[in-house]
């Protein structure tokens, strides 16, 4: 009974460290410089040699429950590809996210004046993803024969002469699913187009080996990637700020993870002597 | 019949959609739009097939009473409501969806579930990370690595550990990485020649 409270003593006590480690840093001035690693670098220059008009294909699998993470990487992209003046074709293959991505989309276009159908197209959801990237290498219209808002897509200006992957400068899918395997391997094995891959930071060890392959040439990983880009186009936001956050409570689960292995050396040393 | 007849389009199928992708020839393109197009109309059909799945299976556990039977008028009221907002006013950003059913309920619900995530694996690792063996250590210290050298402060209190960080996902991470990858790549090879070949058939049990 002793050791059942002490667990739900100890088990508070955890939760009200991490309470505190993300709550206060809110609050403090977060530092303004992270290291940029070469991974997100290349997404940055290959986004920054483009040409204006050029357009970036943005393909976003992401739903709420992961938008503090992906959000501020699809945020700081589209700030980097508008500031350029390239167009973005977004798609949105996760039937939660497409309105969350939708409302991103809107929101970084009102900020530098951009028009909807000229500077950008968002073409929504359509089941089965591995399906849809396959049908859109033949031509974006077999999935999508209308964008998000019910409009033909042959109605939109930018569509024009737009057929599939050939006509788009680059892919970045900015990815919480296992879509990114499916781009992988049904869109850029087949298609061979040039394919970045924003994942969260859990998932982003497992693409490396795809990077050195020369499969993706750029892979922006969690939040901190999502810091490093902000911090490459010099604009500051959520995700500067969340990275503060995050490294103190990476110090905190540290911490506790030192002080439970000190316990467990203690409790044996005991045992012994 | 009833089973030689699927063994049979599932082999003339999946032979001629492994040729047709070295074959780059306008009708082997038209078939493979065509297979597509019917990929995309049958995935359409299991969406409502899941549907009804789901919404029989809660009625039976409603029916039953089984334990946490009242959930299941949570899960078949949010689905309706979910439903009829989409339905009735659209879902763009000015709908009643949207403002009501996307950011009023989903969005708060989801983001939350996953926050917890935070404390959990937390306490977590006050509990489990303990350096029992040689193995255990191994993987207790390349984690601490990581996750100092992965965020500007661990960077900034240890030098030298963002490096550390680098070099344990581009070198040992990815070997083991590639070495499952290729696995499993070769395993799905050879599972899909079985399907093909008709040696196994899941689709038909």
């Known amino acids: ?273 | 019949m009833q089973r030689e007849l699927p063994r049979i389009i599932t082999l003339v199928t999946g032979l001629f959609l492994a040729i047709q992708y070295f074959i780059p020839h306008r009708y082997s393109e038209q078939f493979y739009e065509t297979a597509l197009d019917w990929l995309i109309i049958i995935g359409i059909f299991s969406i409502a097939l899941g549907v009804a799945s789901l919404v029989n299976h809660q009625r039976q556990k409603i029916k039953r009473r089984e334990e946490g039977f009242r959930f299941s008028y949570v899960l078949l009221a949010g689905l309706l409501f979910m439903c009829l907002t989409g339905f009735i006013t659209g879902s763009g950003t000015d709908s009643l969806f949207y403002r009501w059913g996307y950011v009023g309920i989903l969005s708060p619900i989801t983001s939350t579930m996953f926050a917890l995530l935070a404390f959990y694996i937390a306490s977590a690792a006050f509990r489990a990370f303990r350096a029992r063996t040689v193995i255990a250590t191994i993987l207790l210290v390349s984690a601490v690595i990581v996750m100092m050298g992965r965020v500007p402060l661990g960077e900034r209190l240890i030098p030298g550990i963002a490096h550390a960080s680098d070099w344990l996902l581009n070198v040992p991470n990815m070997a083991a990485k590639r070495a499952i990858a290729i696995g499993l790549g070769l395993g799905g090879s050879a599972t899909a020649l079985k399907v093909v070949l008709g040696i196994e058939a899941p689709h038909l049990r």
């Open chain 1, 1 to 273: 009974m002793a050791d059942i409270k002490a667990m739900l003593f100890e088990r508070r006590l955890i939760y009200f460290l991490i309470f505190l480690s993300v709550l206060i840093p809110l609050f403090m001035e977060p530092p303004k410089t992270v290291r940029v690693t070469p991974e997100v670098e290349v997404v940055y220059d290959r986004i920054d040699s483009l040409k204006p008009g050029e357009i970036v294909m943005l393909a976003c699998e992401y739903d709420p429950s992961m938008s503090a993470e992906m959000s501020p990487m699809t945020i700081a992209v589209l700030r980097h590809c508008y500031r350029k003046n390239l167009r973005i074709l977004a798609t949105g293959l996760t039937s939660n996210g497409v309105s969350l991505i939708e409302s991103e989309l809107k929101q970084v276009a009102e900020e530098f004046g951009k028009v909807y159908g000229v500077d950008y197209v968002y073409l929504g959801y359509k089941p089965y993803p591995g399906i849809v990237i396959m049908a859109m290498g033949e031509d974006f219209r077999n999935p999508f024969p209308n964008d998000y808002y019910n409009t033909p897509v042959d109605e939109l200006p930018m569509m024009k002469g737009v057929k599939n992957y050939q006509n788009v400068a680059l892919v970045l899918t900015v990815n919480s699913t296992s879509g990114i395997d499916y781009w992988i391997t049904y869109g850029q094995g087949r298609y061979k187009f040039p394919l970045a891959a924003a994942a969260t930071a859990v998932m982003a060890p497992n693409y490396y080996n795809y990077l050195q392959s020369g499969q993706l040439f750029g892979l922006i990983g969690g939040l901190r990637g999502a810091a490093e880009y902000e911090q490459l186009i010099d604009t500051p936001g959520s995700a500067t700020r969340g990275m503060f956050v995050q490294s103190v409570t990476h110090m905190v689960i540290v911490g506790l993870i030192l002080v439970g292995n000190g316990i467990f050396v203690y409790g044996r040393l005991r045992k012994r002597s």
